[in-house]
């Protein structure tokens, strides 16, 4: 049966509201959750970015689902603490936490005041950290003098079972890299034929483990209120990857996206007030060979949509 999980957006919702939806999704019966982990909104309309980290303590402790969360380690974070963080989870919590890391985003990273690497020489630094992070999560003292630098580290809280590091993959290169080092692998949605192609890199390079769907959706019980409400909270979301790692600021976001139409939406985000139509196309996503979905609805009203899509979204794709 697959998983169908809950996304907990932290740029859009205030983390005390966020608690009350996750467990409002848990009980409607979503199977999971995962969350982001910004510092910075995607637009000044969203306005909120909560602490990941402190969220989700708070998060497993009053649910009993299972959480992810996307993060960047390497220049916001240092990786040994987010291997310091993310093994506190995994003990207080076991086989109830996994984590993404990724190459970051400007708009997140840009705080430190270190300048914003090229996409190369971010992947790299992301490896060493995930190399820094899998070594404390085995218990050993770690040095390393690289593009990031660790002196004599340890963490003294191993977790068993490990937390699963899943790799945060949107293009075809990144999902063919990351199959050498990651449990599992995430994407966002996108035309079926690019998903096609971003799981074969995976699988076909060897890479293991799950595979799963963010999917941003727009629901309500009209047409133009679902085009309304997705404009209004995700349209500075609707740009190549490249544009949307490299942007530094929420007012940065809502420049560019002064224009953008329900067309261009539309392409992001999965727009409609049928539920129907939404079935069909999770569906779809199933069938291309993804064993787990979070569903992002992009709105910041979240009751709605967790009532309408527990009762006539989950059951039809169990």
Known sequence: MPVIGFHASHEQISPAKLLQDVKLAEEAGFDAAMCSDHIEPWSARQGHSGFAWSWLGAALATTKLRFGVVTAPGQR???????HASATLAVMFPGRFWMAPGSGEN?????????WPSKDVRQQRLEESVEVIRRLHDGEEVTLRGLV???????????????????PAISVETARRAAHWADGLITVNQAPEQLRKVLAAYRDNGGRGKAALQ????????????????????????????????????????????HVGEDQLRSAVNVSASTGQHVEWLQQYLDLGFDELYLHFVGQEQRPFINAFAGEVLPKLR
């Open 215 to 258: 999917v941003h959706l727009s629901w309500a019980p009209s047409e133009e209120a679902a085009v309304e409400i997705g404009l209004d909270q995700w349209r500075s979301n609707t740009f190549a990857p490249h544009v949307a790692a490299d942007l530094a600021t929420a007012a940065h976001f809502d420049a560019v996206s002064e």
């Open 107 to 115: 708009s997140n990273e840009h705080i430190t005041g270190d300048a």
């Open 77 to 83: 974070y240092h990786p040994a603490i987010i291997a």
């Open 149 to 167: 630098t660790v002196e004599h580290a340890r963490i003294w809280e191993v977790p068993e079972p490990k937390p699963e590091l899943i790799a």
